[in-house]
């Protein structure tokens, strides 16, 4: 996981057991163990959770769709997540719309357009070179107009560093003022997905995360560093290129593994 995270953690733990005593023949370890799953545990609930599936119906109550805005840079896995989880939602009989955000990248619409064709959702877009947030705003009048549950507006990803990237996504949440910004992190790329996850919270925040390539992935320190960095809940788990493959994170489940070799 990051340094700096860990330095901070380490911290805390210190705090938690500040104070306590360990009484002679007891297991010092297994206190310092208790600690520290105690801390883990309280990062992840400060972060809350989110239930996207009720979120989606309260929305649609009012007659209108719920629009997810993805986020994140190229190669996490975005494309592929937007048609997971249009499948994932359709078996949960949500109508499903995507809008191709990102008109920068040669091969960007036919790819997106591609995942959606097999995942037999619709997909709104333009020419290249055109503005993601007007084709994020046809996206939104699609969906209302053919009164479709929920609009998944992929979205440009060059170069975390890129400024007008950011201010590109900035101008993106202005026009269409989505219900959930979901950033998706490859966890393989460690403190990567960590300074990509503070640099689209500082400019277009973000309400939860996805991790993909979670089954790569053997320890998991993605999760806890951008969960602590960003005090945002991961939603899902990419857990293989299959449309089948999003899992809902489970913040308790996950700290057990951390620690099932430890013990
Ligand atoms: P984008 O550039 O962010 O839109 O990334 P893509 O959706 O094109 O995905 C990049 C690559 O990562 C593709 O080869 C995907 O099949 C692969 N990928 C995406 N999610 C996962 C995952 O959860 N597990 C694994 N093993 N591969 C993934």
Redesign the pocket.
Same mark, same amino acid.
């Given at each position: 996981m990051a340094q700096g995270v860990a330095e901070k953690l380490t911290e805390r733990v210190k705090g938690a057991l500040a104070g306590s005593k360990v009484e002679r023949g007891q297991d010092a370890s297994a206190v310092l163990m208790d600690a520290l799953v105690q801390t883990l545990r309280e990062t992840f609930d400060e972060a809350g959770s989110v239930d996207l599936l009720a979120n989606v119906r309260e929305k649609n109550k009012e007659g209108l769709p719920y629009v997810i805005l993805f986020l994140?840079?190229? =190669? &996490? =896995? %975005?494309? @592929? @997540? $937007?048609? %997971?989880l249009a499948s994932m939602l359709k078996k949960n009989g949500v109508t499903v719309v995507t809008a191709a955000g +990102?008109t920068h990248?040669p091969g960007?619409i036919e790819?997106?357009t591609e995942?959606a064709n097999r995942v037999s959702m619709k997909v709104v877009s333009q020419r290249y070179g055109a503005d993601p947030a007007a084709v994020g705003r046809d996206g939104l009048l699609f969906a209302k107009a053919h009164h479709i549950d929920c609009l998944l507006i +992929?979205t440009a !990803?060059r170069m975390q560093t890129n400024q007008n990237l950011m201010e590109e996504m900035a101008k993106v949440v202005r026009v269409v003022n989505p219900d959930f910004k979901l950033f $998706?992190a +490859?966890s393989l790329t460690g403190n990567d997905a960590v300074s990509q996850a503070e640099l689209f919270n500082k400019h277009t925040g973000f309400d939860g995360v996805v991790? &993909? %390539?979670? +089954?790569?992935d053997v320890r998991g320190g993605a999760a806890l560093s951008i969960v602590y960095t960003t005090h945002k809940p991961v939603l899902f788990?990419? $857990? !293989?290129?299959e449309y089948g493959?999003?899992v809902r994170f489970d913040p308790h489940k996950f700290i057990d593994s951390l620690f099932r070799n430890e013990a």
């Open positions: 994140g840079i190229n =190669g &996490t =896995g %975005k494309t @592929t @997540t $937007v048609a %997971k +990102d990248r960007a790819q997106l995942h +992929d !990803g $998706v +490859d991790l &993909t %390539k979670a +089954d790569a788990l990419g $857990v !293989g290129q493959d999003l």
